[in-house]
């Protein structure tokens, strides 16, 4: 089942920008936080940022700080991730989370709802 919908991914060149969307399927899934991470092929899934629907606190690995902004809609439990100077590395599936803590982590295990992820390729 579903629970998270997520869209916009797609190729774009190096430099260039993307914005992903997640909403939840359905108001009344226990949501507090949500979240990004993101998977490349032979690697493990990475974390990219996490933001908290009641006041908009958000969190990011330094690997992402000043290029990714998340953001969040929270009468709607959806979340928005802006990426700009996208480089090669970017490239993998992104996958939005969410849960029902208010603390913002970057373990997967801690978030119970999952999309089914969208790729996002940047090319050369």
């Known amino acids: 089942q579903v629970q998270l919908i997520e869209s916009g991914g797609g190729l774009v060149q190096a430099g260039g920008s993307l914005r992903l969307s997640c909403a939840a399927s359905?108001?009344?899934?226990?949501?507090?936080?949500m979240a990004w991470f993101r998977q490349a092929p032979g690697k493990e899934r990475e974390f990219v940022a996490a933001?908290?629907?009641?006041?908009?606190?958000?969190h990011y690995p330094d690997s992402v700080k000043g290029r990714f902004t998340i953001s969040r809609d929270a009468p709607k439990k959806s979340t928005f991730l802006r990426m700009d100077d996208l480089n090669s590395e970017d490239t993998a599936v992104f996958y939005c989370?969410?849960?029902?803590?208010?603390?913002?982590?970057?373990?997967?295990?801690?978030?119970?709802?999952w999309g089914q992820g969208t790729q996002v390729t940047v090319s050369s």
């Open positions: 989370a969410a849960g029902g803590g208010m603390l913002l982590t970057q373990e997967p295990n801690t978030y119970e709802y």
């Open positions: 359905r108001r009344d899934l226990d949501i507090n936080s």
């Open positions: 933001i908290r629907l009641r006041d908009g606190t958000t």
